[in-house]
């Protein structure tokens, strides 16, 4: 098991605004993230530093392939939709499925020419975290002080990481070998573990 490593989350958004957080960089020590935060602010934005400490931060594979990290945006919308996905076709599709959800109903066909896309950088554990308000709300309302994003968790029997959370107040988990979010009950037969590995709570049916 690899030693913890400390890293700092650098999240942004434009200046008197309510939209989400958005992750934009990540500072291999305070003073690199600080950096971050500094051009951000000369850009109009306002921006905040989350340190993390975790031993999960490689690059994500599938199957072999490098997984890498998009934007993808429609031509004239102010907002973009970041995903996972091993190229940037596969991004775009994932974009169409998710606009499909009642925001634009219409033909892949018909949308294709008009999405943008943008390469981030290769994809890490780290493009799964969700708004950091949103999951410190209910880890203090569960009143697990333990867990962050990043923390590992074992869930049914397979293990995973923990993103984020929802408005139903359970943890968003990305399972080993996935790339997508999925729900689960803080409780619902549940193991966590610290950075090194080591069994902080168990929550299994004995």
């Known amino acids: 098991m690899s030693r913890a490593k400390s890293v700092f989350l650098v999240w942004s958004r434009k200046r008197g605004s309510i939209e989400d957080w958005s992750l934009v960089g990540i500072g291999s020590d305070e003073s690199n993230a600080k ?8 850009r109009g934005r306002v921006g905040k530093i989350q340190p993390v400490k975790c031993n999960i931060f490689q690059p994500l594979t599938g199957g072999g392939v490098r997984m890498f990290q998009f934007e993808v945006r429609v031509d004239g919308w102010d907002f973009g939709y ?3 996905a091993k190229t940037a076709g596969k991004a775009k599709y994932a974009y169409y499925r998710y606009l499909q959800d009642g925001i634009w109903e219409t033909t892949f066909a018909e949308i294709m020419p008009r999405l943008l896309v943008k390469k981030i950088g290769r994809a890490s554990i780290q493009s799964f975290f969700g708004n950091p308000d949103t999951f410190a709300s209910v880890r203090d309302q569960r009143n697990m002080p333990f867990v962050h994003q990043g923390t590992r968790i074992e869930v049914g029997g397979k293990m995973g990481t923990i993103v984020g959370a929802n408005s139903s107040s359970n943890w968003a988990v990305v399972l080993d070998g996935s790339f997508h979010e999925e729900y689960c009950h803080p409780h619902w037969k549940t193991r966590y573990f610290d950075a090194n590995g080591h069994v902080i709570a168990d929550y299994r049916e004995v």
């Open 35 to 42: 950096n971050m935060v500094d051009l951000l602010s000369q």
């Open 82 to 84: 970041r995903c996972v």
